[in-house]
């Protein structure tokens, strides 16, 4: 009994670990979706990142909001998100240089949840954004700037189009 359980635990945490994502070479969206697709579920798998407990939800709230900007139209695509990679500016760090940057590298799917959940889209995504300056380095919530940039960056690779209007509020140059 004791080596059932043990067994189920190990399984359990094998896949708490594994990728979400199919895999394989970048597939570009068809042009037809570009234009029809509206964002639906968000799911987030990692190997191991060296992040606060509430990422995931912190991520998929960022990245739901950045697709919601930029998929208008009205066929619900589901997106699964790999992420391989999360560094984020020492907060001391950035105190004392002025400075610093934040990095998140992934991959991204977009399925089709009525078609048994085929891969419709898949790209890899790799963000750098600034630690905005010693008082956001110090203060500011790293893992949204992170966030955010990374949903900017699947807007722009999938849809071609910044969600954000030109501005001070658009860090990625609109």
Do not use: Y
Not at 47 to 55: M, P, Q, S
Not at 153 to 168: L, S, T, Y
């Amino acid at each position: 009994m004791k080596i059932l359980f043990a067994a189920a635990a190990a399984a359990l945490a094998l896949t708490a670990c594994s990728p979400v994502i199919e895999g394989g070479p970048p597939i570009a969206l068809p042009v037809g979706l570009q234009e029809t697709a509206q964002v639906g579920t968000i799911t987030m798998s990692s190997g191991w990142l060296n992040a606060e407990d509430d990422f995931a939800d912190t991520f998929s709230d960022e990245v739901h909001e950045e697709l919601r900007r930029c998929m208008w139209g009205t066929a619900p695509i589901n997106v699964r998100v790999h992420l391989d990679e999360l560094q984020r500016a020492g907060r001391l760090e950035t105190l004392l240089n002025g400075d610093g940057e934040h990095h998140l590298s992934g991959t991204v799917e977009f399925v089709d949840p009525a078609r048994g959940n085929r891969v419709l889209g898949r790209f890899p995504i790799r963000v750098s954004t600034s630690a905005q300056g010693r008082v956001g380095g110090l203060l500011g919530d790293r893992q949204m700037m992170v966030s955010e940039a990374f949903g900017r960056a699947v807007c722009d690779e999938a849809f071609g189009r910044n969600p954000r209007d030109a501005g001070p509020h658009n860090a990625t140059r609109g």
